[in-house]
T-cell receptor, first 109, second 115 residues
């Protein structure tokens, strides 16, 4: 079992819709979780971090964490074509990140 | 905010030569640097972790004699790919962690093509 798993996609949503990205992790002791966005040929950029169970909202983005289910998700409201990218889920292991394979999101105009 | 400058952004080299990639933290002291490699349509894979002034810790399967990492100062880390081969062609990304609560900041990445 991989440490961090994501559906590779592509996930296609129409402009204005809600995009839902999911991630599961295997280490029950993990405490810190991150969502990164990566455009093709570019390095990842941090969208959100979440450390406690529940929801965390930042603008159009909402991260959800359920440690009992070992599940992290990212919701993007009012999706825009500029949101089209690969979204990487990352879990902090010690001082290192373990990245999931990423989910490719395509927002259709 | 914290900025990490990575150079070069792309490089093409001949098989058998060596290539050096630099990462500099511009406005903070990077106590720890991480080097990642990303092949097309794959996720980032950690290659090694380096702390200033000490030897790098390499992940399993990464050849330390081939990928030389130097973290001689709190603002500069370098990755040298020695005797590069076409299979080393990849996107190399550094990430730095500061001595304050700056989190982890990624460099802009280096696209290496070995011909």
């Amino acid at each position: 079992q991989k440490e961090v798993e994501q559906n590779s996609g592509p996930l296609s949503v129409p402009e204005g819709a809600i995009a839902s990205l999911n991630c599961t992790y295997s280490d029950r002791g993990s405490q810190s979780f991150f969502w990164y966005r990566q455009y093709s040929g570019k390095s990842p950029e941090l969208i959100m971090s979440i450390y406690s169970n529940g929801d965390k909202e930042d603008g159009r983005f909402t991260a959800q964490l359920n440690k009992a289910s070992q599940y992290v998700s990212l919701l993007i409201r009012d999706s825009q074509p500029s949101d089209s990218a690969t979204y990487l889920c990352a879990v902090l292991r010690g001082q290192n990140f373990v990245f999931g394979p990423g989910t490719r999101l395509s927002v259709l105009p | 905010g914290a900025v990490v400058s990575q150079h070069p952004s792309w490089v093409i080299c001949k098989s058998g030569t060596s290539v050096k990639i630099e990462c500099r933290s511009l406005d903070f002291q990077a106590t720890t640097m991480f080097w990642y490699r990303q092949f097309p349509k794959q996720s980032l894979m950690l290659m090694a972790t380096s702390n200033e002034g000490s030897k790098a810790t390499y992940e399993q399967g990464v050849e330390k004699d081939k990928f030389l990492i130097n973290h001689a100062s709190l603002t500069l880390s370098t990755l040298t790919v020695t005797s590069a081969h076409p299979e080393d062609s990849s996107f190399y990304i550094c990430s730095a962690r500061g001595d304050r609560d700056y989190g982890y900041t990624f460099g802009s990445g280096t696209r290496l093509t070995v011909v």
